[in-house]
């Protein structure tokens, strides 16, 4: 199976897929990773897929007159690699219309927060803020809302005393590390079984 994966920033979701590629071969993964697009420019994950020899390209919502012209030009910009998967890998915007209508129902997100508690940009943040003992991370199919598609799997991190609003992102990181572990895993079931959707339950054979 072909993927597109989507980055806005460091990529380490896009290097644990190239690690588990490389590793285990494409066939035995069941899927191969056919370029990276990005929302902006100067990231850490472009560099990784340039590092694995995959095409990548950046589009930018100030290169176009509006949000519906970004839309479709990363419709487009997607729809060149003929994708079976588009992966959002901490892609930090909004999908629009036309993308969904391309490509609904075969968008993977991974969220770093137990949806539907703290959707947004600032899961990890808003957890701490609100006091939970437990948080952790969410890979779902993309629908039309924001972070409100179908749960896939779900991994679960404690927060503990030293965990601050401040030192945000040191849980973040410990959130990423089961995020990494359960993107690679549920990618490469919908990448070998395939997977049908039934109102919010995503069944993979
Ligand atoms: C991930 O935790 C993702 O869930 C969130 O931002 C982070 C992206 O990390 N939206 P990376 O770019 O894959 O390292």
């Not at 494409?26 to 902006?40: F, H, I, N, S």
Request: a negative charge; proline letters at 4%.
């Amino acid at each position: 199976k072909r993927l597109v994966v989507l980055v806005s920033g460091s990529g380490t979701n896009l290097q644990a897929l190239l690690d588990a590629i490389a590793g285990q071969g494409a066939e035995r993964y069941g899927a191969e990773v056919v370029a990276v697009g990005a929302d902006r420019g100067g990231i850490a994950g472009l560099r990784r897929a340039e590092g694995a020899g995959i095409p990548s390209f950046v589009c930018r919502v100030k290169d176009h007159p509006d949000r519906a012209a970004w839309d479709r030009a990363l419709t487009e910009a997607v729809a060149a690699y003929e994708p079976d998967l588009v992966v959002s890998a901490g892609f930090m915007k909004i999908l629009g219309k036309e993308f969904l209508a391309r490509f609904g129902g075969r968008v993977v997100n991974t969220h770093p927060a137990l949806l539907p508690s703290f959707p947004g940009a600032h899961g990890v943040r808003d957890a701490l803020a609100y006091g939970v003992k437990v948080t952790g991370c969410t890979v779902h199919l993309v629908d039309d809302g924001v972070d409100t598609g179908p749960i896939i799997a779900q991994g679960v991190v404690e927060v503990v005393e030293e965990d601050s609003v401040e030192g945000e992102a040191a849980l973040h990181e410990r959130i990423k590390d089961v995020e990494r572990t359960l993107l690679v895993e549920v990618v490469g079931r919908l990448a070998r079984d395939g997977h049908r959707i039934e109102g919010r339950k995503v069944l993979i054979p």
